[in-house]
Every structure is written in C-alpha cells, then in structure tokens.
C-alpha cells in the first residue's frame, strides 16, 4: 500500500467545523477513486464520503447535508470539509485510494471494502466532537 497522510482532526465543540486533509503525493494516480472512512470507539468502520472515477459523490445519509468532499487534482490532495458536528461523528478518519474499487458503492451501501487490498490507505485523524 502506498501511505497517504492525513491531517486536520482535532477536539471541537458541537456545531463546531473541521477540514480534514489527505495528502496522496507518494500516489501518482489523480483519477483513482477517492474516499473518507471513518471509526468510532467501540463500533465498525464505515465510508463517509467518496469521489469515484467519474467524479460522483457519493455521502453516508448521517452525514449528507453537513460534510463535503472535493480533490484538488493539481496537488493530489483529498478534503473533507465538516459542518456542524455532533458527537456521534467522533472518530479517527481515515483516507483511501484505489484505481480499480469504487468507493461510492461501499458508501452508499454501508458496506466496506477489503482494506488491506487498497492500493492507498492512510494511519488516520483523530476528530473529537464535545462539550
């Protein structure tokens, strides 16, 4: 697996706001399918969010309307912008990358891929949402 880094997690109060980063410059493919992952203390992990080959997004439904994904293509870096967080989006984050898997399907179905077969995967961000 090629190691992508990510950044941008920290402890907020909430209704508070983060931008998580993923830098992907050891990853030469910038059309490669894009996505968020993320797990809580205690439960499995889940997509958050993801850009596929064809550009598509694609959100978890408990976080449609507050987070937003994007690329920038010019430095091979993923975001993930978070509005209005609730505790129940704690978590460590983490960034993934494949050529071949679209991540919006695992997105949109709850499901998850076989991390270990990923061609990017990253050590995590740490997001912390209390009072």
């Known amino acids: 697996q090629v190691p992508l880094v990510e950044s941008g997690g920290g402890s907020v109060q909430p209704g508070g706001s983060l931008r998580l980063s993923c830098a992907a410059s050891?990853?030469?493919?910038?059309?490669?399918?894009m996505a968020w992952f993320r797990q809580a203390p205690g439960k499995s992990r889940e997509g958050v969010a993801a850009i596929d080959h064809d550009g598509s997004l694609h959100y978890a439904r408990s976080v449609k309307g507050r987070f937003v994904i994007s690329k920038d293509d010019a430095t091979n870096t993923l975001h993930l912008q978070m509005n209005n967080l609730k505790p129940e989006d704690t978590g460590r984050y983490y960034c993934a990358a494949d050529s071949l898997i679209r991540f919006g399907y695992y997105v949109d179905n709850g499901k998850q891929p076989d991390y270990n077969s990923l061609h990017g995967w990253g050590q995590g961000t740490l997001v912390t949402v209390s009072s």
């Open positions: 050891g990853y030469t493919s910038s059309s490669d399918s």
